[in-house]
């Protein structure tokens, strides 16, 4: 089993800058792969980021190109989203993921993919 913990949420203005952390504990070694994904109320959960806890390969949704960047420390078994430039829209839950399986990039996006989830962590952007 593997139990993920986030940190770091919080309030931000429109334009500025947080970093959220996950860091995995227990079966670590048998993970692929973590990322994020948020949720407002009212809707789905939206796939943000994923990083491959092996080849380091990254993935992003288009909303956060260029504004977020995904990274791991493999010795602390911890990932983590720098989210710069934030806007208002990405007021969310932000909720920690892990796969066992390898990342498949066709399907890095969806729900489906991860099997361990956090209980996430609310950040709020003001305007």
Not at 8 to 19: E, I, K
Not at 57 to 81: C, E, H, P, Q, W
Not at 88 to 107: H, K, P, Q
């Amino acid at each position: 089993q593997v139990e993920l913990v986030e940190s770091g949420g919080g309030l931000v203005q429109a334009g500025g800058s947080l970093r959220v952390s996950c860091t995995a504990s227990g079966r670590t070694f048998s993970l692929y792969g973590m990322g994020w994904f948020r949720q407002v109320p009212g809707k789905k959960r939206e796939f943000v980021a994923t990083i491959s806890t092996t080849a380091g390969s990254t993935y992003y949704a288009d909303s956060v190109k260029g504004r977020f960047t995904i990274s791991r420390d493999g010795a602390k078994n911890t990932v983590y989203l720098q989210m710069n430039n934030l806007k208002s829209e990405d007021t969310g839950l932000y909720f920690c993921v892990a796969a066992r399986w390898a990342i498949n990039s066709m399907a890095v996006s969806t729900t489906e993919h991860y099997d361990y989830w956090g209980r996430g962590t609310q950040v709020t952007v003001s305007s």
